[in-house]
């Protein structure tokens, strides 16, 4: 529907029917004086280039209400659209996945669809390898059941895709702890390769608060077999964060949580080295690096992010190593 079109709409309860058909002829000539600026379909923001494993934000602005949606990796996603001190703006995020190459096209819909092209970069991840219990690579019989049961419930949680946006940015930092082992690199355990990570470990002793993301509803919390202990939160929009491996519970699902609400503790339940957070972000099902979102401007390119070493304890002089694992997932 074309903008005058909605606005004699909005007056047709009060313009005589004669008014009203002279606007609309208006409208729908091309080139009538209607053409101008206050008419113009909204105006869209979108990058024309983003790495691999990263989220982006799509934005449309207008001086009036609107209604847009974008078509991306087949899904329509309608924008969630409200009024700011510079009008009116919509807003939607997406992301790009680990193994997307080329160019991705995106669908701008507003009062006509057109599309533009989305430019997935590589990104040169890492491999890391490490030791856990026999159990956790090769899973015996009968446990075969569970894991099925669990990947199946998170498929359904993580397929839903709610209209309104709950989540902001910048996001908020769940844990204080630096970063164990970083997200989307390959992961080797027992020397048997397995998926890349679809997280990042965040380094903390047990019991450490963990604090969501953003605002949004618990659609998730209980045991798995894999991730232990685990908490998801939906942020709206297909947008869902993932708290694993924790020692307690602080929600319950249906819990309405804000951003920086405690949602659980740190701990080792699960497939673990050692207690520590593995944070997971999941955009409509697709997993991506949840560290960018902690800084504004959003930055939508770059490398994977490095594991973080400052937490770790400079060698005292005459000291040897420890040699202890790091806790990672």
Not at 123 to 135: G, I, N, R
Not at 202 to 207: C, D, E, N, T, Y
Request: proline share 9%; glycine share 10%.
């Amino acid at each position: 529907m074309t903008a005058p079109v909605r606005f004699l709409r909005a007056l047709a309860g009060s313009l005589p029917p004669r008014m009203i058909l002279a606007g609309l002829a208006l409208a729908l000539l091309p080139g009538a004086l209607m053409h101008g600026s206050a008419w113009a379909a909204p105006r869209w923001d979108a990058p024309a280039e983003v790495s691999q494993g990263r989220a982006f934000v799509v934005r449309a602005t207008d001086s009036q209400p609107f209604e847009a949606s974008v078509v991306w990796r087949n899904t329509r996603i309608p924008l969630a659209v409200s009024e700011g001190a510079q009008g009116w703006e919509g807003r939607v995020m997406l992301a790009v996945p680990m193994d997307a190459r080329g160019e991705l096209e995106l669908t701008l819909v507003d009062d006509a669809p057109h599309a533009v092209t989305v430019t997935a970069l590589p990104v040169p991840w890492q491999e890391s390898h490490l030791s856990v219990a026999p159990k956790y690579v090769t899973p015996p019989a009968e446990v075969q059941a569970q894991i099925a049961r669990d990947r199946e419930h998170n498929a359904r949680v993580l397929g839903q895709v709610r209209p309104e946006a709950e989540w902001s940015l910048p996001m908020q930092r769940p844990v204080k702890g630096s970063i164990s082992s970083p997200f989307g690199g390959r992961r080797v355990f027992n020397g048997q390769p397995r998926a890349p990570h679809r997280g990042t470990d965040m380094r903390g002793p047990a019991g450490t608060p963990i604090h969501a993301v953003a605002a949004g509803t618990v659609v998730l919390a209980e045991p798995q077999y894999y991730s232990g202990n685990v908490v998801m939160v939906d942020h709206g929009q297909g947008v869902i964060s993932m708290y694993a491996h924790l020692s307690a519970f602080d929600v319950k699902v249906g819990d309405r949580v804000e951003r920086g609400q405690l949602v659980g503790r740190v701990g080792a339940t699960g497939r673990v080295t050692g207690p520590h957070l593995h944070l997971g972000l999941m955009v409509q099902g697709v997993a991506v690096d949840a560290m960018p979102l902690y800084s504004e401007p959003l930055q939508v390119v770059g490398g994977p992010t490095p594991e973080d070493v400052i937490a770790r304890p400079a060698q005292q002089p005459g000291k040897a190593s420890s040699g202890k694992a790091e806790k990672k997932s």
